[in-house]
């Protein structure tokens, strides 16, 4: 049995990892938090420490790791906002535990190399939650791209309506969230890549706060793609489901379906990890650099064939 530690764990994602560590067999000792609205804790166990300031954990990981391998903390679960998670990989990896990181490891793609050079000296390691991989359904979709062999043209739509807090918290930050490709797209940018192979130019048509859309060419396809927070873009029989989110992936104009199969995957994760065959820091570049060009590179002209139906004029 394994000892965990969770920062931001009053967040949203946070839930699904609590559920992952009891249901691999581990256990939860530990728990970060600025806001304490974090009752859900006592669903795992009554003797989680539990703290607001991440300056005290720092202090209460220090401490343990002087004592013996049933007490000290193996793992540390990274649920925090985007801009926090490359500050408290390192804070894990210096008290001398692995780390889980929600996605985007890191905003910025040198900090990757940084990270790598953390790793090497600590002995620890920095794995990633790239779920997406370890769907059945997409798995097998995988295998069958490989046995084709053949070039595919692929349409990406990702749009989830988000109120009026979004854009008051961090999320509608870019520089703390990394803007809406990054937050909202970069699963759908490492799913491709990991189906398709290694991206061979990126176009962005249209970038604002809510919306970015543009085109990618990859080995083994080429991807109109558009992700907005925008619900005016939601078709209007989804609407009508009252569903505010509507994602669609079409390969040669045929819908992939893999709605669901995903209540488990948080926990296929853990899994994967605990068998040291987690997704770590090369695993996540290629889409990391990916949403860092789509934050960051000039806006192109679409050429024919080349625009997605949603495209903005």
């Known amino acids: 049995m394994y000892n965990f530690a969770v920062m931001g764990v009053g967040g949203y994602i946070a839930p699904r990892h609590l559920e992952a560590i009891k249901q691999t067999g581990n256990r939860i000792v530990a728990a970060v938090d600025p806001k304490d609205s974090v009752g859900i804790l006592d669903r ?14 720092d202090r209460f990981l220090f401490k343990q790791h002087r004592k013996s391998n049933d007490e000290k903390v ?6 925090t906002p985007n801009y926090l998670h490359d500050a408290h990989i390192r804070l894990a990896l210096r008290n001398d535990c692995d780390a889980i990181c929600e996605k985007p490891l890191v905003i910025n793609p040198w900090n990757l190399d940084a990270l790598k050079e953390l790793e090497e000296e600590t002995g620890r390691r920095v794995y990633t939650v790239m779920q997406l991989r370890l769907h059945p359904v997409l798995k097998n979709i995988k295998q069958e791209i490989e046995k084709r062999g053949q ?42 890549i990991w189906l398709f192979g290694n991206v061979k130019e990126t176009l962005i048509f249209h970038r604002e706060e809510q919306t970015v859309s543009g085109y990618m060419s990859l080995e083994k396809a080429d991807v109109k793609w558009f992700l907005s927070l925008n619900p005016r873009f939601i078709p209007e029989d989804v609407k009508k489901e009252g569903r505010n989110t509507f994602r669609s992936i079409k390969v040669d104009n045929k819908e992939i379906e893999f709605s669901e199969g995903f209540n488990n995957l948080h926990t296929r994760v853990y899994e994967e990890v605990l068998e040291k065959k987690g997704l770590g820091i090369e695993d996540s570049r290629k889409s990391i650099e990916v949403v860092y060009k789509i934050r960051k590179s000039p806006l192109s002209t679409p050429q024919k064939g080349q625009e997605h139906p949603l495209i903005i004029k």
């Open 74 to 79: 193996h793992y540390v679960s990274i649920c």
């Open 151 to 192: 070039h595919f043209n692929v349409e990406l739509t990702y749009i989830t309506g988000r109120g009026r807090w979004y854009y008051v918290s961090w999320k509608g930050n870019e520089e703390y969230s990394g803007g809406v490709a990054t937050n909202i797209g970069i699963h759908f940018f490492d799913l491709l």
């Open 44 to 57: 795992y166990s009554l003797d989680i420490m539990y703290f607001r300031e991440t300056e005290r954990f």
